[in-house]
């Protein structure tokens, strides 16, 4: 007897532990419908103590629009030789609502209704989040709108954390302001004022999430610095926290922040970063989606526009070279309408002669190798065009399916070019005897010229018998006749450069150079130059001429000097590469204005008056034809006032042909 009261003791007490701190409540409800048991955790559940709700029925916490249903199945259960089950929505003490899970039991003998109550809000909560997630799935992959799918996103969040308002920010194109994409519930104001946020490391919240591109937690915007220039914002519209997380593209690119915002201090917990993470996530997606879709209705757009505006007749062919399409340009070449041409065999338009040609190209661009070559046909009035067609294969998933045509009507540049080509050849016969000529010229007038300075010599010698100015003409006629001598010279030296050359062979520039600086080595001293050098590279070339080019620069470099200035010349390599390397005179002289580059290059051009710098101006059209000759291009670049960088590039020794 006392081991069955100690078991029934301990079994009350059990039962009494178990309705203590079970979250389920545990009732009993009378035909009326009216509680006359509840457990204690009724107050977790409702918001309500048991003492408050005994003699109350249960549909007063029933939501209105639920009662009749929950009336009606209370109804049922009291008919069912079971236990049964029944949903429905509460108001709980606080105001929100409560989704209950509720299994009852009609007792007939005791006419009680014995019921448990279970609190299944996280599971319909998360039933909704995952069946909202589904939806934005679909959004974006039915391509709706982007704002549609963020303010999804955001009515999603909000929905799980009720006193939550959200937004979402996207990234301008400079990847340096956010602007609203979404933010349904947000203060209309506060949206506006921040639409262009510059994002930085101390920018608020969501700047400086897209500034780190990781999460930014303010659990207090009033104490928090990143909120120091926003803080007064938010505050004046009750924002008093903000978690923001960054929308980063699948290469890791910035794209924007998820923001929740609310109206007192708060830090998140796990399952509400989990959930914030979970819509940064979708968002991107979205957004990248919406890029992408974007770009490929860009791209097909620029298609159809070069399609349809190309000047140039645009075409394709299937595999088998029928015409699938031909824009407007290519009809109006051909004379004939979209309907004469689509569906023809390309042979319906080429000479017999030309389609065996034709049909290896096409093989070759369905095989994937784009083609390029000229083709002649006839218009519809027999006219002969000569065209310029590339083909290039049609891939789609990989697979290629047709080939794309783009032709040029090159007729009147081919007549162009043979009559060109005709007037070269007659220029060069042209060039060959005017330098044959001014070889003969230049190499006849020294004669003469010798006798003028030979007399000019003997009248010096006794010229203490002249008055001053019979002096002064003797003076100027040697002058005369020494820039005559020295103009012939250069006329020579520049008629024979491509006629009497020496053959290319491969040479030592350090050498070379060190004989010019030898030779000029009375001007170097007279100028008190410095001249910088390391070691050059090996060229190929024609030994007399690359000392001539040498030395007409060296001479420049010291002769366009300012008065007073001791020149300083550079002479190094620069941007050595397998085929090619460069050659660079520096100087520190008076400059030109790089509008005369083409200028200076050509013979007998001269900026600068005989009486302030002398020569012949010609130094520099022989630099320039010996450059030539040895494959090289000359240039230069100089600022007025400080100085000039002439630069010779050759081919490498490797790469140059004998």
Not at 72 to 97: F, K, V
Not at 150 to 163: D, G, N, R, T
Not at 245 to 267: A, N
Request: aromatic share 6%; charged share 20%; net charge negative.
């Amino acid at each position: 007897m006392q081991q069955t009261l100690a078991l029934q003791l301990r079994t009350k007490n059990l039962n009494q532990q178990i309705m203590q701190f079970t979250h389920d409540v545990f009732c009993s409800i009378d035909r009326q419908g009216r509680f006359h048991e509840l457990s204690p955790s009724c107050e977790k559940l409702f918001g309500y103590r048991a003492e408050e709700l005994i003699g109350r029925t249960l549909f007063e916490l029933v939501l209105t629009e639920d009662r009749q249903q929950t009336q009606e199945e209370i109804i049922a259960s009291m008919h069912a030789r079971a236990s049964y089950t029944l949903r429905n929505r509460c108001r709980h003490r606080d105001g929100c609502i409560v989704h209950v899970h509720w299994t009852v039991d009609w007792s007939t003998p005791d006419q009680t209704l014995f019921a448990v109550a279970h609190d299944i809000t996280p599971l319909i909560q998360n039933e909704a989040y995952t069946e909202n997630q589904r939806d934005i799935l679909s959004m974006i992959s039915n391509d709706r709108p982007l704002s549609e799918t963020l303010e999804a996103l955001c009515l999603m969040i909000e929905a799980q954390q009720p006193e939550a308002l959200c937004s979402v920010l996207l990234l301008d194109a400079s990847g340096q302001h956010l602007h609203t994409g979404a933010a349904p519930n947000m203060p209309l104001p506060y949206s506006q004022a921040i639409d262009g946020l510059t994002i930085g490391p101390s920018c608020g919240s969501c700047g400086t999430a897209a500034y780190q591109l990781k999460l930014v937690i303010s659990a207090d915007i009033r104490s928090d610095p990143l909120w120091q220039d926003h803080r007064d914002l938010a505050l004046s519209h009750g924002l008093q926290a903000c978690w923001s997380f960054p929308l980063i593209s699948h290469d890791g690119k910035g794209l924007g922040t998820f923001g929740v915002y609310y109206r007192q201090p708060r830090v998140p917990d796990d399952e509400q970063i989990q959930h914030l993470a979970t819509a940064a996530q979708l968002a991107a997606i979205g957004i990248a989606r919406a890029a992408d879709r974007r770009h490929l209705q860009e791209s097909q757009q620029r298609f159809r526009s070069l399609f349809a505006f190309n000047p140039d007749p645009v075409f394709s062919f299937d595999l088998q070279g029928n015409f699938l399409s031909i824009n407007d340009a290519g009809q109006k070449l051909l004379g004939l309408s979209e309907a004469e041409i689509i569906g023809q065999h390309f042979t319906a338009l080429i000479a017999s002669e030309q389609q065996a040609q034709i049909r290896e190209h096409l093989q070759a661009a369905s095989a994937g190798t784009p083609q390029h070559y000229e083709t002649q046909l006839q218009d519809r009035q027999h006219r002969p065009l000569t065209l310029d067609v590339t083909n290039l294969p049609i891939m789609v998933d990989a697979q290629i399916v047709g080939i794309f045509g783009i032709a040029k009507d090159v007729s009147e540049r081919r007549q162009t070019q043979q009559e060109l080509q005709a007037t070269l050849l007659e220029l060069e016969r042209s060039n060959k005897e005017l330098q044959e000529f001014a070889f003969v010229a230049s190499h006849d007038l020294q004669e003469p010229l010798r006798k003028i300075q030979a007399f000019s010599e003997r009248l010096t010698s006794r010229s203490t018998a002249l008055d001053d100015e019979s002096r002064d003409y003797l003076q100027r006629m040697t002058s005369a006749a020494a820039r005559m001598q020295a103009l012939i010279t250069d006329l020579l030296n520049y008629s024979r450069i491509n006629t009497r050359g020496q053959p290319l062979q491969p040479l030592d520039l350090n050498q070379l150079l060190g004989e010019v600086l030898g030779d000029m080595e009375a001007a170097i001293e007279q100028s008190q130059a410095l001249i910088e050098y390391p070691p050059l590279a090996k060229v190929l070339g024609d030994p007399s001429q690359l000392r001539q080019l040498l030395q007409n620069l060296l001479s420049n470099a010291l002769k366009f000097q300012a008065p007073g200035n001791h020149p300083l010349i550079r002479i190094y390599m620069e941007a050595p590469h397998v085929t090619h390397w460069t050659l660079c005179i520096a100087d520190n002289g008076i400059g030109f204005d790089e509008k005369y580059l083409d200028r200076i290059f050509n013979p007998f051009q001269r900026l600068h008056g005989r009486e302030a710098y002398a020569g012949t101006g010609i130094g520099l059209a022989i630099a320039k034809k010996i450059a030539k000759r040895h494959g090289a291009r000359i240039t230069a670049n100089s600022v007025v006032g400080q100085g000039s960088v002439f630069r010779v590039t050759f081919p490498t020794l490797g790469s140059a042909s004998l």
